[in-house]
């Protein structure tokens, strides 16, 4: 029996991407298999995550690796290894990091990378323990501000790439990584939902970090890659702050088989599928009045493209972010669509294809154009001042449970 239906859950189709608030992507049948098998098993966690490292290094180009609960953890983690090493006493001793001689405990991180990707990263960087060092402006930072913040005291300089981050005016990761390397201070890179596996390693980073539950359709877990004793430090941390966000054999399984299956899949195909979703919504959504639909590059450069819709609310008579909300709460009988609204203010939002199952396309269409036609026969334009849509959202998770 569906899920979905046994739990009374409505059953969304997702237009936004890899969303952990929607059960983040679409996990493959091999996957799914390869978890399958081990889950009624016993094995060695050592062993297995051994066997893990091999995979990682194998497709990522690194000395070494291992699985974590997630990346967000992987951050913590990894910043914890880069101020304990591989001692124990330390590491049992974490998150204290004050009042032990030598040790370095601060992390430096661009202002324009502070982002918050469900929680906030600073915070991720926190709970090991660190204090952060915060490097330039929310849309400005040069090299030689990183270079002043970089100190005896600093433990790691943690980079981010992401959409989430401010996407100009900031130290390239070129640049950054030959500054944080020329005063001996690691590099780690959060590449939760980059497609590359090789790029970061190869650039000089000394550990990248990568979500296998984003585009790689693995269970929720991380994947860190890097130096070996770096990732052997934060192996370690297992027995420490790590127990906490302890990842079991499924996730270790699970993010092995889905770095095989993104070695052997057919990336050339799945761009054809997604430009034929694309195409078809941008040619019929273009004849809608007061709509707007282009093809638009995904920020970081993965190879992925999705809808760009801008929204003229004096035309279509309904705002972006009320055009999206009518889409994740329809009437009976219809289904809910998810979009990636998270710019909605600026009047337009997205229809990202990666996690669509095929046939789900014509539903977002329809959804669509029937929205828009409601709000043309709507007596008054829908226009809820964008403050209260935020106070909304938040109030209406308030009362959870219920
Ligand atoms: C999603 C994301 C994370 C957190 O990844 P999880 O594996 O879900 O914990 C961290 N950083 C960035 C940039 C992300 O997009």
């Known amino acids: 029996m569906d899920t979905r239906s046994r739990f009374g859950l409505r059953p969304v189709i997702n237009v936004s991407g890899t969303m952990t608030s929607l059960g983040a992507s679409i996990v493959s049948a091999p996957v799914i298999e390869a978890v399958a098998h081990v889950l009624p098993q016993f094995v060695e966690i050592d062993d297995l995550q051994r066997k893990a490292s091999a995979a990682i290094a194998e497709a990522c180009g690194s000395e070494a690796g291992y699985v974590t609960a997630s990346c967000s953890a992987a951050i913590t983690l990894t910043i914890a290894a880069a101020m304990t090493g591989d001692d124990h006493g330390l590491i049992e001793r ?13 992390v430096v991180i661009q202002t324009g990378h502070l982002v918050n990707y469900g929680a906030p990263i600073d915070q991720a960087i926190r709970l090991s323990g660190a204090r952060v060092v915060a490097v330039g402006a929310a849309t400005e930072a040069h090299g030689y501000q990183l ?6 005291r600093t433990a790691a300089a943690l980079y981010v790439v992401s959409h989430h981050t401010v996407q100009f005016g900031l130290i390239p990761l070129e640049e950054f990584i030959a500054l944080a390397h ?5 590099v780690i890179v959060d590449a939760a939902s980059e497609y590359d596996l090789k790029r970061f390693i190869s650039a000089g980073a000394d550990l990248v970090l990568y979500s296998a539950h984003k585009f790689l359709g693995g269970l929720t877990a991380g994947i860190v890659a890097g130096r070996k004793a770096l990732v052997r430090a ?3 941390q297992n027995g420490g702050i790590g127990r906490g966000m302890k990842v079991g054999k499924e996730g270790i399984v699970g993010a092995i088989a889905a770095l095989e299956q993104w070695q052997q899949r057919d990336h050339v195909a799945v761009r054809a599928r997604e430009r034929g979703y694309l195409t078809l919504w941008r040619e019929s959504l273009n004849r809608c009045e007061g709509v707007w639909a282009e093809i638009d590059a995904d920020p970081t450069g993965n190879p992925l493209d ?3 819709l801008h929204i003229d609310p004096k035309q279509t008579r309904i705002t972006a972010w009320d055009l999206a909300d009518a889409l994740a709460r329809p009437s009976a009988g219809e289904a809910p669509v998810i979009v990636r609204d998270h710019e909605a203010e600026l009047h337009f939002f997205f229809l990202d294809p990666c996690n669509l199952h095929p046939g789900e396309e014509r539903v977002v269409l329809e959804r669509l154009t029937s929205e828009l036609e409601r709000a043309q026969r709507s007596p008054e334009p829908i226009v809820t001042p964008f403050y209260l849509r935020d106070a909304r959202r938040i109030a209406a998770r308030r009362n959870w449970p219920d």
């Open 94 to 106: 974490l998150p204290d990091t004050g009042g032990m001689p030598g040790m370095r405990n601060e």
């Open 147 to 152: 270079g002043t913040a970089i100190t005896e």
């Open 182 to 186: 020329a005063k001996g201070v690691p």
């Open 306 to 308: 999705r809808l760009k």
């Open 234 to 236: 934060a192996y370690f």
